[in-house]
């Protein structure tokens, strides 16, 4: 079984429609992330949280919102879906045990906004 | 703020070729990763590298930590189709910054 699972795989919506996109984590991990990731460009940071108490903007927040349910699940929400958020949308996990940091994603979400 | 260069960013080889690409930074790292995504689906990690020397392989793959801790290479030998896919680095200083990515052909 995948550590970091994804719900939808793909989602194709309306504009103006509200989206949540769902990750889980198997890993035990505290830090969970959302990035996103448009053609030919690298990762870009939406949100991410340290713990369960703790949540924090990315470099792209504008237009999303997120909600730590607990350490395991993460979810992404899109208030009122618009055309440009058409793109690949990524969860990751990692801690800092042993003083290191390594992140591990999970398969992705396609989100197609018309 | 911090920026990863990644080169080259793409590549067309032949197969049994040997592969080179690397990420390079004005800023230091803690951390260097690298990834392979496969299209449609989520990056999967290949090396992680944690100290500046660090020259660590997998397989076919080798990644070092660059000493001035501000650039990291990532080597494949002897490449086979499979390893068609986009390569990514990242490296992390209090968060994570993302190269944009090595896209590999291999041709049989």
């Known amino acids: 079984d995948a550590d970091v699972t994804q719900t939808p795989r793909n989602r194709i919506t309306k504009t103006g429609k509200r989206i949540m996109l769902e990750c889980s984590q198997t890993k035990g991990h505290d830090r969970m992330y959302w990035y996103r990731q448009d053609p030919g460009l690298g990762l870009q940071l939406i949100y991410y949280?340290?713990?369960?108490?703790?949540?924090n903007k990315g470099e792209i927040s504008d237009g999303y919102s997120v909600s730590r349910q607990a350490q395991a699940k993460f979810s992404l929400s899109l208030e009122s879906a618009i055309p440009n958020q058409t793109a690949l949308y990524f969860c990751?996990?990692?801690?800092?045990?042993?003083?290191?940091?390594?992140?591990?994603f999970g398969p992705g979400t396609r989100l197609t906004v018309l | 703020g911090q920026q990863l260069n990644q080169s080259p960013q793409s590549m067309f080889i032949q197969e049994g070729e040997d592969v080179s690409m690397n990420c390079t930074s004005s800023?230091?790292?803690?951390?260097w990763l690298w990834y392979k995504q496969d299209p449609g689906e989520g990056p999967v990690l290949l090396i992680a590298l944690y100290k500046a020397g660090e020259l660590t392989s997998n397989g076919r793959l080798t990644a070092q930590f660059g000493i001035t801790r501000k650039d990291s290479f990532l080597n494949i030998s002897a490449s086979i189709p499979s390893d068609v896919g986009i390569y990514f680095c990242a490296g992390l200083f209090n968060k994570f910054y993302f190269g944009s990515g090595t896209k590999l052909n291999v041709k049989p």
């Open positions: 800023s230091i790292f803690n951390t």
């Open positions: 990751a996990t990692s801690d800092t045990l042993g003083g290191t940091d390594t992140q591990y």
């Open positions: 949280s340290f713990d369960v108490k703790d949540i």
